[in-house]
């Protein structure tokens, strides 16, 4: 199994940076794919970006150029780098972890963008 901690939300201004981290612990080994979802109030869960094994990464449009997914492997961590943030930003985000077609979650951290 693979257990998945996140850090770094809170409150932030418009425009604002922001750093998410994601710790993974467990059978790390065969992780295939991490990523970042994110979850708004009222709304369905959606990916943001994720990276794989290989290091190739991928990101939804509305986050192109603003956020920057990247991980250190010698401290079995994921990041989200994110800067620019809107008030759509809003949400909780959730770290995940596809290990041989088994997902793992995190429990979310909550990052509120508002003046």
């Known amino acids: 199994q693979v257990q998945l901690v996140e850090s770094g939300g809170g409150l932030v201004q418009p425009g604002g940076p922001l750093r998410l981290s994601c710790a993974a612990s467990?059978?790390?080994?065969?992780?295939?794919?991490m990523g970042w979802y994110r979850q708004a109030l009222g709304k369905q869960r959606e990916l943001v970006a994720f990276m794989t094994s290989g290091g190739s990464t991928t990101y939804i449009d509305s986050v192109k150029g603003r956020f920057t997914i990247s991980r250190d492997n010698a401290k079995n961590t994921m990041y989200l780098e994110m800067n620019s943030l809107k008030p759509d930003d809003t949400a909780d985000y959730y770290c995940?972890?596809?290990?041989?077609?088994?997902?793992?979650w995190g429990k979310g951290t909550l990052v509120t963008v508002a003046s």
């Open positions: 467990g059978s790390i080994f065969s992780i295939n794919v």
């Open positions: 995940n972890a596809n290990r041989n077609g088994i997902p793992a």
